[in-house]
């Protein structure tokens, strides 16, 4: 039961700091890496609770929602010592969220399983056809083109690129999002990652397909 009750005051808390977000960390991003973590969490035999709690808390250590990310990894810590979290749950749900967050976290491994379960739930979201929503949509907020064959496809850019607006929502494809399936941890993440991925390429063909005429 108290359980219950923190996830249910996690959803609250989360939902007053996002309620205004447009930089692609909405609620129900957070709704659904929730949902999807507590499916592969009982697929892949982790504990649930510390699953759904930090998929839920997941962004809020993000550097471009926050600004600062040690800030935001404290506000969390402050929060699950207010709401009686014991310190080893604390500890290793701020440890997920650091990994994840990190600048290039990307590249590090995670290493227990619930940060597998929670790391997939996120990725998850960025494939399929909710992934490319969020990436047109992302696109569309910074000021990008959704696609611009003058520029050729990169698969690596700098800060400094996108700043300047020279990506595209097509590139970020090739950028990242056909590459997170084979960077899936979970055996259950990746059956549904390989479906999303699927889906991604056959938009990519069609819609290359119709730009060409
Ligand atoms: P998260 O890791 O929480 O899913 P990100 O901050 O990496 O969130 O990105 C938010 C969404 O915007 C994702 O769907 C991502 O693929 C998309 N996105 C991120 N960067 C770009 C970009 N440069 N161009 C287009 N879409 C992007
Ligand atoms: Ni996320």
Request: proline share 1%; aromatic share 8%; charged share 30%.
């Amino acid at each position: 039961m108290q359980e219950l009750r923190i996830l249910i005051e996690a959803e609250q808390y989360v939902k007053s700091i996002l309620e205004d977000d447009s930089s692609g960390h909405d609620w129900w991003h957070i709704h659904r890496v929730r949902s999807l973590a507590r499916k592969i969490a009982a697929n892949e035999g982790a504990n649930i609770f510390i699953c759904e709690l930090t998929a839920l808390l997941h962004d809020l250590a993000d550097e471009k929602l926050i600004g600062d990310e040690e800030k935001g990894l404290n506000s969390i810590h402050d929060w699950l010592e207010r709401n009686e979290v014991n310190e080893n749950d604390i500890q290793h749900i701020l440890s997920i969220i650091r990994t994840m967050s990190f600048k290039g976290g990307n590249n590090v491994a995670v290493e227990t399983l619930e940060a597998k379960v929670v790391q997939d739930a996120d990725r998850l979201d960025a494939l399929g056809a909710i992934g490319i929503g969020r990436t047109f949509a992302y696109a569309g907020a910074k000021g990008q083109l959704m696609y611009d064959p003058s520029i050729p496809v990169r698969d690596e850019m700098t800060k400094e690129e996108y700043r300047k607006g020279e990506s595209t929502a097509i590139n970020h494809f090739y950028e990242k999002l056909l590459k997170l399936k084979d960077l899936m941890n979970t055996d259950y993440g990746r059956v549904l990652a390989e479906e999303r991925h699927q889906y991604l390429e056959e938009f990519l063909q069609r819609f290359l397909d119709e730009w060409n005429g």
